[in-house]
């Protein structure tokens, strides 16, 4: 039976904190038609200008991924786009109200929880899917990328920090579903090295930064009172926010997803090439 897409039953909003900036910033995530994808819009700003979430749009950014068109531009929207992606949202608009995604509390929890709010609708239209059909892969240093065939989406990530006596290598598979989603992998949160951030913070670059909204690591201890929230809490988000830039593709793929040691910047250059392949 061929999948159809979706889109949510009602509206839903939420406000917040920008890690970045340190402002207020809020959302509100608005049932959408078939066939108009994510598109976020900037309602604050002259126009009310929007940036469709493709990779066409992505641009430079410190530690997260940005969006922008002309003028406008959203930071930190790759947890909220995994929960999308995650969750089966194919269509969406998101009004936004600040230059930035809320960080919640450095996961993509609140998000899942405002989509199932929301309820999930079908939509009367088929659900394309990218599906890999030979090996592709992207290598930069140690930095390593592999897409392979295969009859699911599967994200497969090794973490490897060395100087790190905590973190040292951790390793993550997962069948990519709702349930898996929500079960291991949205509560993980963003996590940063105390002497990596610190100038970050003294530079005023993260302004909205804290131990509510990431973990923070400093020798073989988390700064965190709490501590983590599973033992693999760390490669866990490197996954959540994998998923948020390959949704950039703008279509689910089915396939198996192997990334060693990816970030931002290397997670959407293979996106693209998974794109250009599929334009061939």
């Not at 992207?138 to 790190?164: K, Q």
């Amino acid at each position: 039976m061929t999948e159809t897409q979706k889109t949510i039953e009602r509206e839903v909003s939420a406000s917040g904190i920008g890690l970045f900036t340190g402002q207020k910033v809020s959302l509100r995530i608005i049932p959408s038609s078939p066939n108009t994808g994510i598109i976020f819009q900037r309602v604050d700003l002259p126009g009310k200008p929007e940036i469709p979430a493709k990779l066409s749009f992505v641009q430079d950014a410190v530690r997260c991924t940005r969006l922008a068109k002309e003028s406008a531009s959203i930071h930190m929207v790759e947890h909220l786009l995994s929960a999308l992606s995650a969750m089966q949202i194919d269509n969406a608009k998101i009004e936004v109200e600040g230059p930035e995604i809320l960080a919640a509390d450095g996961s993509a929890k609140l998000f899942v929880e405002l989509i199932e709010l929301a309820g999930i609708k079908q939509q009367n239209a088929p659900r394309s899917l990218i599906k890999i059909t030979k090996p592709l892969y992207w290598s930069e240093g140690d930095v390593h990328l592999v897409a392979l065939p295969a009859n699911e989406f599967r994200i497969s990530y090794t973490m490897h920090y060395p100087h790190s006596p905590l973190l040292r290598s951790q390793y993550y598979t997962v069948s990519l579903t709702p349930e898996k989603f929500k079960d291991e992998i949205a509560f993980c949160r963003t996590f940063s090295f105390y002497e990596e951030i610190l100038p970050f913070i003294e530079k005023g670059l993260i302004k909205g930064g804290g131990l509510e909204n990431a973990l923070v690591i400093k020798g073989d201890q988390v700064m965190n009172p709490e501590g983590e929230r599973s033992f693999n809490e760390m490669v866990c988000h490197k996954v959540l926010d994998l998923n948020g830039d390959l949704s950039l593709i703008g279509a689910p793929i089915l396939g198996h997803i192997i990334s060693i040691r990816s970030g931002h910047s290397s997670n959407v250059a293979f996106a693209k090439l998974i794109a250009n392949q599929e334009c061939r």
